[in-house]
């Protein structure tokens, strides 16, 4: 399983950016990928997760109404909008690989995922 993640960046309060996941490596349509971020003294937080059997997407709190997941299967690539972003939003985030279909209540359990290298998201006027 390969994870590539970009788009990470420099950008004010209230602003916006999309983070992108290349991901390749499995041949099953029974999967799930998930963004997870980590800010420095904090511990890791489950963002979101499209299910890619269903298309079924799971949000943290934190960020419903702000971050919509979605998916380009041509491109093998999941993206992450995020906007109206706050400084609290800052971390590096990681995009994550999992086989199966996770349910509500454990989409975010971390240890199920296969992780890939983060990207650096700065909220900072």
């Known amino acids: 399983v390969q994870l590539q993640a970009s788009g990470g960046g420099l950008v004010q309060p209230g602003g916006s950016l999309r983070l992108s996941c290349a991901a390749s490596?499995?041949?099953?349509?029974?999967?799930?990928i998930a963004w997870f971020r980590q800010a420095p003294g904090k511990e890791r937080e489950g963002v979101s997760c499209?299910?890619?059997?269903?298309?079924?997407?799971y949000y943290a709190d934190s960020v419903k109404g702000r971050f919509t997941i979605s998916r380009d299967n041509a491109k093998s690539t999941v993206y992450l909008q995020m906007n109206s972003l706050k400084p609290e939003d800052t971390a590096v985030y990681y995009c994550?690989?999992?086989?199966?279909?996770?349910?509500?209540?454990?989409?975010?359990?971390?240890?199920?995922?296969?992780w890939g290298q983060g990207t650096l998201v700065t909220v900072s006027s």
């Open positions: 994550a690989y999992r086989y199966g279909s996770p349910i509500s209540s454990a989409w975010d359990t971390y240890e199920d995922y296969y």
């Open positions: 499209i299910r890619n059997s269903d298309g079924k997407k």
């Open positions: 490596g499995f041949s099953s349509n029974n999967y799930a």
